[in-house]
Nanobody
Framework: QVQLVESGGDLVQAGGSLRVSCAAS????????MGWFRQAPGKEREFVAA????????DYADSVKGRFTISKDNAKSTVLLQMNNLKPEDTAVYSC?????????????????????WGQGTQVTVSS
């Protein structure tokens, strides 16, 4: 069992930067692929970024590519999402997710149903 807790959400002006964190407890993240998703009011949850178990391979939604960076620190059991050049349309609750793997093969998961564990989310609000 993995417990995930997000932090770092805030109110920021358009064009600004913010870093949200996901801390895991219960198990080390060494063999877990991770992802970030977001959900805006009245909208479905959408994929933002994914990272493989090693932290060496990443994938991003087109809407955030070039602005957001996902990273993973297995020693600290944390996953970060660095968000730059934020836009009002980035406003949402950001949640991290984890998927355990039996092997060390690198996978990236972009669908929410592929993940086993979820955090409660952290609110990011971008003002125009």
């Amino acid at each position: 069992q993995v417990q995930l807790v997000e932090s770092g959400g805030d109110l920021v002006q358009a064009g600004g930067s913010l870093r949200v964190s996901c801390a895991a407890s219960g198990r080390a993240l060494g063999r877990y692929a991770m992802g970030w998703f977001r959900q805006a009011p009245g909208k479905e949850r959408e994929f933002v970024a994914a990272i493989d178990w090693s932290g060496g391979i990443t994938d991003y939604a087109d809407s955030v590519k070039g602005r957001f960076t996902i990273s993973k620190d297995n020693a600290k059991s944390t996953v970060l999402l660095q968000m730059n050049n934020l836009k009002p349309e980035d406003t949402a609750v950001y949640s991290c997710a984890a998927r355990g793997q039996a092997s060390y093969t690198s996978y990236l998961y972009t669908r929410s149903r592929d993940y086993d564990y979820w955090g409660q989310g952290t609110q990011v609000t971008v003002s125009s």
